[in-house]
T-cell receptor, first 107, second 112 residues
């Protein structure tokens, strides 16, 4: 099956810093989603982005499907951005998740 | 708007006991439904998915089973729980031709 790798596995930032999270996948995919898992376990949809670039406030994402990677940018990070960020690729209606990036933002 | 519910939120069960977790979706019809398990706070693993009533596909051989008795209801069951069944169970749905998935709040299961 398809492999999904996320980097870095852990990231520690000071409030106000910018960061880039990466997601590599091993084969062509139909779609890609980015999620934020909050401390209570809820998975929050950030982006549904099979290709191109999307922005939502301080967050933006870019997927280059031909090169099999996606990037999530977080600007001016806040403590509420802390949690685990997952990318997941869709093939045949099913999602395969990466192992996530644990982000900790200190005040 | 669509909402997805799961219950119970937390559950502690002894080894060998049965299990029933429920997921319901509101505000949509004929959704695709999914059960995932997350262990140790990292990546999610797809367990079952369903494209319609009574249609269940299993992704991973295990001690669990799933059923879809109604269009917007998805149930995860076990006859006898194992210690290894502990984890965080999430239900998700997607609709129509779009496969963007939306997740419920999850059930945290501890098998003792």
């Amino acid at each position: 099956g398809i492999q999904v790798e996320q980097s870095p596995p852990d990231l520690i930032l000071q409030e106000g810093a910018n960061s880039t999270l990466r997601c590599n996948f091993s084969d062509s995919v139909n779609n890609l989603q980015w999620f934020h898992q909050n401390p209570w376990g809820q998975l929050i949809n950030l982006f549904y982005i099979p290709s191109g670039t999307k922005q939502n406030g301080r967050l933006s994402a870019t997927t280059v499907a031909t090169e099999r990677y996606s990037l999530l940018y977080i600007s001016s990070s806040q403590t509420t951005d802390s949690g685990v960020y997952f990318c997941a690729v869709e093939e045949g209606g099913k999602l395969t998740f990466g192992q996530g990036t644990i982000l900790t933002v200190h005040p | 708007s669509q909402t997805i519910h799961q219950w119970p939120a937390t559950l502690v069960q002894p080894v060998g006991s049965p299990l029933s977790l429920e997921c319901t979706v509101e505000g949509t019809s004929n959704p695709n439904l999914y059960w995932y398990r997350q262990a140790a706070g990292r990546g999610l693993q797809l367990l079952f998915y369903s494209v319609g009533i009574g249609q269940i596909s299993s992704e991973v051989p295990q001690n669990l089973s799933a059923s879809r008795p109604q269009d917007r209801q998805f149930i995860l069951s076990s006859k006898k729980l194992l210690l290894s069944d502990s984890g965080f169970y999430l239900c998700a749905w997607s609709g129509g031709s779009a496969y963007e998935q939306y997740f419920g709040p999850g059930t945290r299961l501890t098998v003792t």
